[in-house]
């Protein structure tokens, strides 16, 4: 029997220059990361110099790693009714996307964002209008921009396969654009994957609302809630309430076998080195 494809790689620090998450990603023996481009949790942007981009893409050749996906600040809420908040979420994503595609990193994962209270269609329309803009803005973009499954927590917006189609609907350039599932998320937001019954019903549904081609990146996480929570609490593979078994399935699903897993599990504990233990754990599972 064939092994599986398993292009699995894990979010990796970028202490020490942005070329040390490819190192980590090559000492973890992961053909794909996930990584910032700059500090998550400010809204202070940079530019990435020519050394930078240089270093980067010379490590790069040297790894042989090209599943590469930046994710964006946490501060930014596309949906945000006050125009301040909105004013600054746009900027740091069209600078985000700017450096990403000046690194040739394929895919930026964006969480839409929260309406606030303000009205779900609102939201939608705030977050695919502003990406319009971006693009329509700077045309020479490469990077594809990853919509990410939410888990629903208050006013969010993405935790429903046909909000995520809906915003999808509504952007111009969809060739610029697609989905990055995280299982803690769909979990979180009432979408089973315990059992093999329950994982075809949510993979079906997601197929037939957004499309499995619009698929290009998968967070492997567990989840410290229950089903339904809405509660976005991620936990080591296995040791939650998603449990193994979904994990298993996710690693043996040819439909999938294309697509970069990307744990983003807890680093630390124990004093034990977790996102070795994980990534392990995974692997095995297509042995």
Not at 3 to 15: D, E, P
Not at 87 to 106: F, G, K, V
Not at 222 to 244: M, Q
Not at 266 to 283: C, S, V
Request: charged fraction near 25%.
């Amino acid at each position: 029997m064939k092994k599986m494809t398993c292009i699995l790689g894990a979010h990796f620090s970028i202490s020490g220059g942005l070329h040390e998450a490819l190192c980590e990603a090559k000492r973890y023996g992961c053909p794909a990361l996930q990584m910032f481009t700059k500090t998550s949790r400010s809204w202070k942007e940079r530019t990435v110099s020519d050394e930078e981009i240089e270093l980067f893409k010379k490590i790069r050749q040297k790894t042989g790693i090209k599943y590469i996906a930046s994710h964006t600040s946490y501060l930014i809420n596309l949906a945000a009714p006050d125009s301040g908040n909105h004013s600054l979420s746009r900027n740091a994503l069209e600078q985000e996307l700017i450096r990403s595609t000046a690194l040739e990193i394929p895919f930026v994962v964006l969480h839409p964002g929260s309406h606030l209270g303000d009205g779900e269609k609102k939201g939608i329309d705030r977050i695919s209008g502003s990406i319009n803009g971006i693009f329509e803005k700077n045309p020479g973009i490469k990077t594809r921009l990853l919509l990410e499954t939410t888990a629903g927590q208050g006013a969010g917006i993405g935790h429903t396969f046909e909000q995520l189609h809906e915003i999808i609907e509504k952007i111009n350039q969809k060739d610029k654009t697609g989905v990055c599932l995280d299982t803690c998320h769909i979990f979180a937001a009432g979408y089973d994957i315990r059992t093999k019954e329950s994982y075809l019903k949510t993979t079906s549904a997601f197929d037939k609302i957004i499309g499995l081609e619009k698929l290009f990146l998968i967070h492997l996480n567990d989840s410290k809630k229950c089903l339904g929570s809405h509660v976005d609490r991620h936990e080591h593979i296995g040791k939650g309430e998603i449990g193994i078994n979904a994990f298993r399935l996710i690693m043996n699903d040819k439909r999938l076998a294309g697509i970069p897993k990307i744990i983003e599990t807890p680093k630390t504990g124990d004093g034990k080195d977790w996102d070795r233990i994980n990534l392990r754990k995974l692997r095995l599972m297509t042995s």
